[in-house]
């Protein structure tokens, strides 16, 4: 299933993890995170039932590598 919307923030990794790079998107169904290694989607994460600080934080956590898909 692909996942479209506006962009609603973008992360990006740091030191060790600076090939990451998360975008919180927005959709009709609600938002979502695409998480990238190296410009390359590795996933995007339906985040329907939760809020957009929920969702700012799963992206905070991908490029800090505590979240690894």
């Not at 992360?11 to 190296?38: C, I, K, Q, T």
């Not at 929920?54 to 690894?68: P, R, T």
């Amino acid at each position: 299933m692909k996942y479209k919307g506006p962009t609603v923030s973008t992360y990006w990794g740091d030191e060790e993890y600076s090939d990451r790079m998360a975008n919180v998107m927005l959709n009709e169904m609600g938002f979502y995170v695409d998480m990238y290694e190296n410009d390359t989607l590795v996933e995007s994460r339906p985040l329907y039932e939760h809020s957009e600080i929920y969702a700012e934080n799963a992206a905070e956590n991908f490029v800090m590598g505590i979240l690894n898909p």
